[in-house]
């Protein structure tokens, strides 16, 4: 069993910025592929970053050049910076883990809110 923990969501104006982080914990040697999806009000679930345990990322293109996705394999950690935040970008952000084909694991998710 893997457990996700996140942190780092509040509240930001348009244009800032945010650090989320996900702890990984149990087993997580098994673990090949980290990530986050997010999830807005009236709206399917999707992709914002992934990162693989070789460092091999993926991005939605909605983030692509203003987030970015890191992982401390030594920590059990991944992280997603996010830059230049627009006000379409408020949804709960939820960590999942990938052993192997589907997504495992997922976190509780944090809510991140940015203000026009």
């Known amino acids: 069993q893997v457990q996700l923990v996140e942190s780092g969501g509040g509240l930001v104006q348009a244009g800032g910025s945010l650090r989320l982080s996900c702890a990984a914990s149990?087993?997580?040697?098994?673990?090949?592929?980290m990530g986050w999806y997010r999830q807005a009000p009236g709206k399917q679930r999707e992709l914002v970053a992934t990162?693989?345990?070789?460092?091999?990322?993926n991005y939605g293109d909605s983030v692509k050049g203003r987030f970015t996705i890191s992982r401390d394999n030594a920590k059990n950690t991944v992280y997603l910076q996010m830059n230049s935040l627009r006000p379409e970008d408020t949804a709960v952000y939820y960590c999942g883990a990938k052993l192997n084909i589907i997504w495992n694991y997922w976190g509780q998710g944090t809510q991140v809110t940015v203000s026009s």
């Open positions: 990162i693989t345990i070789g460092g091999s990322t």
């Open positions: 149990g087993t997580t040697f098994s673990i090949n592929t």
